[in-house]
């Protein structure tokens, strides 16, 4: 597949948007016990990231093209709903989102070690998947969406129907797996999808065979196109990101990063920023070297994270 036939200026992601409460060590975790950690509060959700990413890309761009993005997603109505929203409108996003009476917003907390890895999460974030499909916006005012970006947060039958809706609508189809578990909800719109992004974990879960956790990259990539997936990202870690786009399966390296703060985002960085380039029409192999994987590192950098919200 070739990058869309012209550059797309209105982008639309939905997903998951909730708190991130992010908690990190000053030493070596210790089970049982009380430990001293850093805290803060950060706009977090995979589908949320994803927007910020394409918003910066957008932003960094702003000369080249004008790319409106737009994010739809479940919220509640406890306090922290209107701080999500406003942080969503300063990182210039357009916000359609459905508020939830009597709901409070999701929240992941995240344990991280001294070296920036995530210890254990600890997620609440089942609000996402009672989005309401039929009321996702395809028009606003100011965005006529192009191009969607669906994370599998969302419950099964909102994929089906989105994918539904902007089938008919012409409207290009892209998907994140998000998890192991989650990501089988995307299987029943595989040969819709003109984009999918995924991890090596969630390709052997989407493969629905029985492969072992260090199967190769290939045989893993094969099982997707088997599963009806034309053209995906496959990330394994640090080694070669995977790109298979129509007949030709390109590998990128992955940089080496020697002050890593912390991966949490990483991945929807990578995916929402490439989703972004290849909209605006630089190709998919291109698009995941020059802007997805430099987006994604300075995440783990700590250069580019997501806003923080106040406690």
């Given at each position: 597949m070739t990058p869309p036939p012209f550059p797309l200026e209105h982008l639309l992601v939905v997903g998951a948007l909730h708190v991130d409460d992010i908690a990190t060590s000053q030493q070596v975790l210790v089970?049982?016990?009380?430990?001293?950690?850093?805290?803060?509060?950060?706009?977090?959700?995979?589908?949320?990231?994803?927007?910020?990413?394409?918003?910066?890309?957008?932003?960094?761009?702003?000369?080249?093209?004008?790319?409106?993005?737009?994010?739809?997603?479940?919220?509640?109505?406890?306090?922290?709903?209107?701080?999500?929203?406003?942080?969503?409108?300063?990182?210039?996003?357009?916000?359609?989102?459905?508020?939830?009476?009597?709901?409070?917003?999701?929240?992941?907390?995240?344990?991280?070690?001294?070296?920036?890895?995530?210890?254990?999460?600890?997620?609440?974030?089942?609000?996402?998947?009672?989005?309401?499909?039929?009321?996702?916006?395809?028009?606003?005012?100011?965005?006529?969406?192009?191009?969607?970006?669906?994370?599998?947060?969302?419950?099964?039958?909102?994929?089906?129907?989105?994918?539904?809706?902007?089938?008919?609508?012409?409207?290009?189809?892209?998907?994140?797996?998000?998890?192991?578990?989650?990501?089988?909800?995307?299987?029943?719109?595989?040969?819709?999808?003109?984009?999918?992004?995924?991890?090596?974990?969630?390709?052997i879960a989407l493969a629905e065979a029985t492969f072992p956790i260090d199967a190769g990259i290939d045989q893993l990539a094969d099982a997707l196109l088997k599963r009806g997936f034309r053209q995906f990202v496959l990330t394994d870690a640090t080694s070669p990101v995977v790109i298979h786009s129509g007949e030709q399966r390109q590998y990128v390296q992955v940089p080496a990063i020697d002050s890593a703060r912390s991966v949490n985002g990483a991945g929807d960085a990578l995916a929402g920023a490439t989703f972004a380039a290849w909209c605006a029409g630089t190709e998919l192999a291109d698009a995941v070297r020059t802007v997805g994987l430099p987006y994604a590192e300075r995440v783990v950098k700590g250069l580019h994270e997501a806003p923080i919200l106040a406690m």
């Open positions: 089970p049982r016990a009380s430990n001293p950690v850093c805290r803060q509060q950060r706009v977090g959700g995979v589908g949320a990231n994803a927007a910020l990413a394409a918003a910066r890309f957008a932003r960094d761009n702003a000369q080249k093209l004008r790319q409106h993005i737009a994010f739809a997603g479940a919220i509640g109505t406890d306090p922290v709903a209107a701080q999500l929203e406003a942080t969503l409108v300063e990182a210039d996003i357009i916000p359609c989102l459905q508020r939830l009476s009597g709901c409070l917003s999701g929240r992941y907390i995240a344990v991280m070690d001294a070296t920036g890895e995530l210890y254990i999460g600890l997620s609440d974030v089942a609000l996402a998947e009672s989005l309401d499909a039929t009321l996702v916006p395809w028009q606003t005012d100011t965005n006529d969406c192009q191009a969607v970006l669906m994370d599998a947060n969302l419950a099964e039958q909102a994929l089906a129907a989105l994918s539904l809706q902007a089938g008919d609508a012409g409207i290009i189809q892209v998907a994140m797996s998000v998890s192991p578990a989650k990501s089988r909800r995307l299987l029943g719109i595989a040969s819709s999808l003109d984009l999918l992004f995924c991890n090596r974990r969630e390709a």
